[in-house]
Every structure is written in C-alpha cells, then in structure tokens.
C-alpha cells in the first residue's frame, strides 16, 4: 500500500517493496530570503539533475518509494557530507552549500557567499530533515522486507572541463567500488547495462557514488545502495531551456526500467 508525506523540505513516496529512488539533485526552488546574494545566472539553477522525476515515475507503480526535494542544490548539497569533506580527492569539488557552478564560475555575488552560521542553519532546515527521511523509511523497509535497496537518481551535462576530463559515458553507476552493495547485485545491474547497445556505460568510474550512496550503503546490514549518474545527452537537450527530448527519453526508458525491475527482482543470498 502507498502513502505520501510531503513537507516543506521533501516528498516521500512510501511503496510496498524493498526498494526506495532517492532523487536529491531535482529540486529548483531558492528561498525569496536568499536569492538577493545569488547572481542572476544562477537563479535558473542550471545544475539541476533536469526531468527525473517523470523518468522515474513508472517506478512508483511497480511499488518502489520515492523520495524528491524541493530545493535547489545551489542552497544545500543533499549530496554532501555534513561536515563538507570533499567528494572526490584530487579533483575540483562542490562544496555542501556550493560557491561555484559546474563550469567553475561564482554563483554569489561578491560577498554573499554563505558563512559558516548561515551553513549550519541550512543543514538543520533543509539537509537533517530529508536524511532523517532516507534513514527511516530505509529502516521501515529492512524491517519489513528483510533488506532495503537505495538507488540514488542523478544526471549532469555530459562534458564539464572544471569537473571532469573528456565526455562522460552515457550511464555510469556508483557502488563505492562494490562497498555499498552485494556482488550479486551489483552483477545484476551491471548485466542490464551491458545488455543494451544504446548507451555507453561504466561502473565505477569517475562518479562512484556520492554521500547518499556511500553513507547508506551497508551490505553486511541489509541496507543496499546505488548510483546512477546519467549524461543530459541520453534524454535532454544540454542546452537552455533544458527541454527533455521524448524521442531519446523513449530510447532510455527501458534500460532505466531494466534496472529497477533488477533491484526489485533481487534477493539477498542467505548461509
């Protein structure tokens, strides 16, 4: 049976299975109280993780959860460690209330950047409160089901120099390098990617999983997690205004349904 609870911060959409899609980059919406310090680019929140929520929606009626924020990561990285330890060594990183777009620029005007006060009281308003979320309804499923399986939703222009070399393949999927799921999991997921011939795709490469995956990912505990990191390219324009292109949209739709029908197909191996 399915229930919604929606808030001020996010909407929980509680299913039946095992499995619950955390979707933290989709939110858009800056409070009218902190948009004077962004700049005006920046108030289009270019670096959302564009049209997910309709992608995933048939996921919802095969009974998995959904959890969605409503905010922009430009005001919070749900992402993000709370204490803002840098996602990826070596490399040029978002900061938990990030400073600069994908592209490296400013988002604030000069001065307006969030001090360490104004960071702390956007973690308590707007970061607790989904992740408290995530960690009671993945309790709620464990207890129910025996385990719980996280997939962690996200997509991002295909090239961006500031954070990444070359182009990204089309999918990649994170699991910590094997730490946030069982083997035979990732194996399964693995198998609906390299079953296709439509997409390029890796696991574990450059994007192995954020905090999300990496946090809640305790096999050993019954409590699995995933990453999906997509390129606009396999359904979006990567341009303004950002339109979701149904023609690709119709092409990817099946692999992203291969891959829950996995997640919900699996079972742990027990003995």
Known sequence: MQ??????????????????ISLPHVGTLIPDDQRARYTERALAVEDTDWHLEPLYAFARELGAGLIVPRHSRYLIDLNRPPEDAPMYAGVNNTELCPTRFFTGEPLYRDGQAPDAAEIARRRERYWRPYHAALDDELARLKAQHGH???????????????LFDGRLPDLNLGTASGASCAPSLHAALVAVLEGQ???TQVADGRFKGGHITRSRGRPAEGIHAVQLEMCWRTYMAEQPPYQIDSARADE?????RGLVEAMLAWRPRHG
């Not at 229930?3 to 619950?20: I, K, Q, Y």
């Not at 990817?252 to 992203?256: C, E, M």
């Open 3 to 20: 229930h919604t609870m929606s808030n001020t911060v996010f909407t929980l959409h509680r299913g039946g299975t095992p499995l619950l």
């Open 148 to 162: 719980a399986i996280l997939f962690d939703g996200h997509s991002i222009r295909s090239e961006l120099p500031w």
């Open 197 to 199: 011939r439509r997409f």
């Open 252 to 256: 990817l739709a099946p692999v992203l």
